[in-house]
Structures are given as structure tokens and as C-alpha cells.
């Protein structure tokens, strides 16, 4: 009994010691400190590297906007890894843990860890590559292996895409194989309207041309005027004639269902007529056709 009184008062004149609360104190502002400073420093950080990209793609030079914008996301993620990874050592150094043994004692592990993690390194070093060659970027429309959207984010491991109905697509780098990018490119579209066989060619000719030289100065999204490039196929009592356009890259499809719109329109009023299905009724009983 007596030795475990003499061990509590021990305990209890620790706690109770002056020296251990000014120690707490200290290391609990110590730790504040660096959170604070290390949030502030990744504030800074992330909107010093947006202003920098911002005057880049402002500049006269040719930059392209998506490789900025891409590079610009990864050295906003290289920046917080960095600071709050130099945060955690810091507060590891507060609590006086030996950092130097724990680095030590981590790069073991890691070392026996890495040859089970080839994948991660294969995801690491891929992703490398995307941003180096700019493969592709932040806001591209792409498609890999079966995914297709939008680029929102890459990573050195991950690349995110976003489909066209709300779903979310996590691709680890390392896994990515044909990538096929629709926003590299100006798009091209082909027009097909049908038109019956006893219409007056040369005036719907006529009517979509004038129409065609106009639409420029409408839809800024063009390369240039779409150029009519007349009968495409004839069948039966049907005729279809095509509609060629070139439009900023992901544009084309406004484009076409703006033209088909018109084109409807403007036969109406020219009184040219469009070739529609049509159903046939029989009667067998008199073996004729209505």
C-alpha cells in the first residue's frame, strides 16, 4: 500500500508540476501555429498559381489553355501533399517524437512495400506521361476504355471524367489504353435532309445556299460557312441531299439541329417539299391500296 501511495504522489506531482503545463501550452501553440501557417500557406499557394496560369493564358504567346489549366490543378495538389505532409513532421517534432528514426523506419517499409505496389508506380509514372505529352486536359471531352466525358481532374494516379448523365468515372492512370480525344480538333458534321424526287432541285439549291452564307455571322461557333454539297442518295421517291459543316471543337451538334430547324422552315415556306414516311392502309376485300 505504501509503495502505490508513494507512486501516485509521484504521478500526481508530475501532474500537477508547472513545468508539464508550460510544456502542453507550449506544444499545443506550437501545433495551432503550424496548422495555421500551413493552411494559410496552401491558400496562398493555390491562388498564387491561379494568378500565374490566369496571365499565362492572358499572354500573346501561344499557350494552350487546357494544358495550362491541367498543370495548374496538379502544382495546386503537389503544393498541399508538400505543406501538410512538412506540417505532420512538424507536429511529430512538437511532441518530441524522433522524426529521424520514424523517416528511417517508413523507408524500410516503404521499400518492402513498393515491391507489392508496382501498380501504384505504374499509375504514378503514366500519369507523368499525360501531363508531359499532354495527351489530354482538364475540360477535354474524351473517351477511354469504354468511359466517355468530361475531364475534371488528373492526378498522378487517378483521372476523373464526368458522363454525360451526371456519372462519375475514377481511372487509375496505369490502366488508361487508347484514349480517343474529341476536343483537340475542330469537329466536322454531315447534314442529311430527304426531299422527294419531283421537288424543284435547283431552288432548294438555291434557298440553302443563300441560307448557308448567312449563318457565319449567327453561330460564331463556326469554322467557316457549311458548303451544300448536293444529292447524296436516291431511294425510290425519296432524294437526300447533305449538308457539310466545320465548327470549334464539341460544337457541331447545336450547330446541326440549328440548321436542320431552318432548313425544315425555309422548304415550308419556298413550298418545297420534304419526303415523309408514309403509311399505306389496303383493303382486302377490293385488293386496293389507299
Excluded: C
Excluded at 490543378?73 to 524522433?98: C, D, E, M, P, T
Amino acid at each position: 500500500m505504501e509503495w502505490n501511495k508513494k507512486l501516485m504522489d509521484r504521478y500526481w506531482e508530475k501532474l500537477t508540476s508547472d513545468k508539464l503545463w508550460e510544456d502542453v501550452i507550449d506544444t499545443s501553440i506550437e501545433i495551432v501555429l503550424i496548422l495555421l501557417v500551413s493552411w494559410i500557406a496552401v491558400r496562398m499557394g493555390k491562388k498564387l498559381i491561379k494568378k500565374l496560369f490566369l496571365i499565362r493564358m492572358r499572354s500573346p504567346l501561344n499557350h494552350s489553355e487546357r494544358r495550362q489549366r491541367t498543370i495548374s490543378r496538379l502544382l495546386q495538389s503537389v503544393i498541399s501533399y508538400v505543406v501538410y505532409f512538412s506540417a505532420i513532421i512538424g507536429i511529430l517534432s512538437s511532441l518530441n517524437i524522433k522524426v529521424a528514426g520514424l523517416l528511417a523506419g517508413a523507408g524500410i517499409v516503404g521499400l518492402a512495400v513498393g515491391f507489392g505496389a508496382q501498380s501504384l508506380v505504374k499509375d504514378v509514372i503514366t500519369g507523368f506521361f499525360i501531363i508531359f505529352e499532354d495527351q489530354f486536359g482538364v475540360g477535354d471531352y474524351i473517351k477511354i476504355n469504354g468511359a466517355e466525358g468530361t475531364v475534371v481532374e488528373i492526378g498522378l494516379r487517378t483521372t476523373k471524367i464526368n458522363g454525360g448523365t451526371g456519372e462519375q468515372f475514377i481511372i487509375p492512370n496505369g490502366a488508361i489504353g487508347e484514349v480517343v480525344n474529341y476536343s483537340v480538333n475542330n469537329s466536322k458534321i454531315f447534314i442529311d435532309l430527304q426531299m422527294t424526287a419531283d421537288a424543284d432541285f435547283e431552288k432548294a439549291e438555291t434557298v440553302i445556299n443563300h441560307y448557308l452564307e448567312s449563318l457565319p455571322e449567327k453561330h460564331k461557333e463556326l469554322i467557316a460557312a457549311p458548303v451544300f454539297l448536293g444529292v447524296q442518295n436516291v431511294k425510290g421517291t425519296e432524294v437526300t441531299i447533305r449538308i457539310a459543316a466545320e465548327t470549334l471543337p464539341q460544337q457541331q451538334y447545336g450547330v446541326a439541329r440549328s440548321i436542320r430547324r431552318d432548313v425544315t422552315k425555309l422548304f415550308e415556306e419556298h413550298r418545297i417539299p420534304m419526303a415523309y414516311p408514309k403509311m399505306m392502309f389496303y383493303d382486302k376485300g377490293e385488293g386496293r391500296s389507299e
